[in-house]
């Protein structure tokens, strides 16, 4: 089990996933999971999100097999999700490279 789950709703998100992906595998804490939910893109969302898959074995992708909005894909991730802590990123915005956001200190305690 991973320390965190990050949940990442896509929907036609080409221009930004990249950013947002590598400001995520760059966290100083390793122990994460990113679960991807990609909602139907008609971009190359999908094709992103799966050349990471294949570089990152941490990020994991689940497809909607329709549009199913962004409530339901982060419902969809959270269902996925193995972590003990959860947390979410739109896949338009980016964590800061080594920002302590996700530095897990105690076992029952998450510092922001």
């Known amino acids: ?3 965190i789950s990050i949940c990442v709703p896509c929907y036609n998100v080409e221009r930004y996933i990249r950013q ?5 595998i760059c966290q100083t804490l390793e122990d994460i999971e990113i679960i991807c939910v990609d909602d139907c893109s008609r971009d190359n969302t999908l094709n ?3 050349e990471y898959s294949e570089k990152h074995s941490n990020i994991k992708i689940v497809k909607h097999l329709q549009n ?3 409530v339901q ?3 969809t991730a959270v269902a996925f999700a193995n972590g003990e ?9 980016y ?17 922001l």
């Open 1 to 3: 089990m991973s320390k």
């Open 20 to 24: 947002c992906l590598n400001s995520l």
């Open 48 to 50: 992103i999100l799966e």
């Open 68 to 70: 199913r909005k962004l």
């Open 73 to 75: 894909a982060r419902k």
């Open 85 to 93: 802590y959860l947390m979410f990123v739109d896949s338009d915005d």
């Open 95 to 111: 964590i800061a490279p080594y920002l302590s956001l996700i530095h897990i200190s105690e076992p029952t305690r998450l510092q």
